[in-house]
């Protein structure tokens, strides 16, 4: 059994009069926040509440990269080469940094959004090119990424501290990775089901895929998507679920070597 | 007399397949480069290479923020709050360092662009607003303004060094602002009076307004505009005529206490 | 007495996973819809669907031009020229078009949009640009404006026919220009209050401003705004109580000549 | 041998102060003229400008919508669903119609962008949903597609006019597509190869592909790069050797039926 996980969840997604996420009440709910930068969602407004909302609820603040692509929130494949790839993660987290050092507190780790979060678990060259970025503006920052994915195996050579990320509420593939979501039945949404499923891989290290088998995961971190209404219940039926069963919920700082 | 001086010019203005401006044999001219950050022009492959450019030829790097207006090129007024103006330098600021911590070397200073340049040298607030956000961010950076300004007396106040900034083809009025772009003769385009212009601020710290006063100018750093196709010759004479008069040109960083 | 008044209200504001307003249960009050046109505003996706829903309704159909600022939704000032306004409008007029077309319907009015709209209301050069786009574009159109603004009376005078609005939650100054946003008062939130306010204007013709003067107002349209929760409640308070007093409420392609 | 054809280039692709292409002396060349409507390139002032040079030098005016993809120029793939090809082409012909209608003139044609345009002659889907957003606007438009595409097929089966599009200066491969941008030898860069390769297209109605292979290829309208710096006498080239083997170059409205 892991005894320690982390909580993390999207926030600061709002775009000047867009309003999106209760993140206040999130984040007294979760450990570690993933704070968008500017380009799928998120602006300088934003970005400095948010930091200085995660800095009061001691959430480990982490940069939240995504495509150039308001419009598509970022969930969109684009097609980019690994020189873009790299630019547009250093872009993002230097700007993030930037509101972040203002408070006297420092990056915890990086976590990409959607689409590219997606495509880098598959393509190596894009993978390698994010790690390198990383690397470059900050060797001490904690990489999250999709549990047991090569871009992780690849970050842990490179020299990266990583976390393994799992998803409570989406449905797996034999191969560990996440169903679309434009698949139906893709979000797992009843909390009890979603808790059920984060008990079972810090105390069995295992989940149950979409076609009925148990597959390994191993969970640092599990992620509580905050763009739905229900996002607040959910992190606390979650979290509730953990703490019950003596999982301790921390930032991953407290505990990744 | 003044015995040394700096020659900026904006450079990385291109904008993926949009390029603009001679940037490699413009940064063999001048001394201090100021980087456009992605917001009026610049993206983070152009950021990269510019940043790149600079280190090589020796010129100082510089943060220059703009307007969130890619289709005005930042040089329309955009009417901002002062939490915004801090934001937005934040932002720009902190995505640029991304690209030069990478290099081992430090950011220099830091020039607003167009409106937002002009604005704070009128606004009081606004320009407390981005005295605020250099000061949180690296209190180290040398912040370039319109020479005599009060939003560069405001900085020296907070504590900041200052380059007094000084316009070689710009017309001025008498309390010392430039005629506005639009006005008909607001540029001057013939380098030898530009480099006329640029010898009389060092040796007599004068300049001639458009309505035929002289009037006091100091100039730590001497202006080069780096968008128009003459751009590179313009330094050179400019260059040529205070190195021969004498005048020391070497970046802001080597004599701006 | 005022025997009959179209209540228009922005809708389509939405902009990808961004959503804004309860555009459904609005256009079920109000008999004219603004249509965001993908600029301050909505997307291609949204202007389907929004006017999709209009036709449902009833609503007559408009354009809503904006500033190029979706971070600032429109609202915030941007120094543009006239040709700049022109082709503004235009581009964002074509575009809806193209959605309306598709249905077999036609463009009602036009209605600039946030800061846009001020700007036209004191800037005569400004109002020419925007008159001339709508003559060159269709001519049939209704164009939307501050009640007695010389842009509408320049409208007029170019054979446009034009609508005269009225806001019946937002404070008046003394010479007829609404109270900015950013004053504490400008919004009247109480729907009563507003209501009332609404009542007077079609049976007295006047309005209450800030100072506690009575002004004269012409209202042949009143603005609902959409953007905050309590919106449509807003919207059923004002169209009960005019239609009490035997107000009739229908959309300006009705009643306006 | 067929005897006429229409000479294409994308044109307007210049963005505010961006400046691309040389539009004039490129549409003394050319008989059709496709014109990015902001997206990908282009905004209004740059349409407004380009429609009325086309109609000047009596090029056919044509819509070039493109991704939202500004940074990327509309060449990188992003992944869209068919109601957003749908909504993205409708949104940005109708943009474009405002600008043509002011001149009394109408769209001649339509031809997508960079990954659009490729994207559509693989995807059914997408094709299918480009091919009704042409149908709602203007089933009178002719749709400009890759020589002998399923795209122009299904076009073609649901009423439309359409053009078969050859490029004098792309590789081709086996199956008619076009070899990738970034592949060596994709562009050819000799003029004088170019128009060899467009006369036979025209006298023999083949193209070599890069693997030396002769391929059937149907050109109604043959492609130049407007973007390169020697595409006025690129395309000087290819049209004096066509006019010179006695091959017609006229608009495509002169003859498609």
């Known amino acids: 059994m892991n005894n320690q996980v982390d909580l993390n969840a999207d926030v600061g997604e709002s775009y000047g009069a867009f ?34 909302l995660a800095l009061r609820t001691g959430a480990g603040i982490g940069a939240h990269p995504g495509f150039p692509d308001l419009l598509g929130f970022g969930r969109r494949y684009l097609q980019i080469s690994s020189a873009e790839a790299k630019g547009y ?41 994010v790690v390198e970025a990383v690397i470059e503006f900050n060797r001490d920052l904690i990489l999250v990424g999709l549990s047991g994915s090569q871009f992780l195996k690849l970050a842990e050579d490179a020299g990266l501290r990583v976390a393994h990320e799992a998803f409570a509420d989406r449905a797996y593939l034999p191969d560990g990775a996440l169903v679309s979501r434009t698949t139906p039945g893709a979000l797992i ?10 008990l079972r891989m810090m105390t069995e290290g295992l989940v149950r895929t979409s076609d009925g088998q148990d597959i390994q995961v191993r969970a640092d971190t599990i992620c509580i998507h905050g763009d739905n209404p229900g996002a607040v219940s959910f992190a606390r039926a979650v979290r509730q679920a953990l703490e019950n069963a003596g999982v301790k919920i921390m930032p991953l700082r407290e505990f990744i070597r």
């Open 19 to 52: 309003r999106i996420g209760a993140d206040e009440e999130l984040l007294r709910e979760v450990t570690s926040a993933n704070i968008a930068c500017g380009w799928h969602a998120g602006d300088p407004l934003v970005m400095a509440k948010t930091v200085d």
């Open 89 to 129: 993660v250093l872009y993002q987290m230097g700007a993030l940094e930037a509101f972040v050092r203002r408070t006297g507190e420092t990056i915890q780790h990086v976590k990409l959004h959607g689409a590219m979060y997606n495509v880098v678990s598959k393509d190596p060259v894009l993978a390698a090119a």
């Open 189 to 198: 949404k009843d909390p009890v089901s979603a808790a059920a499923r984060a």
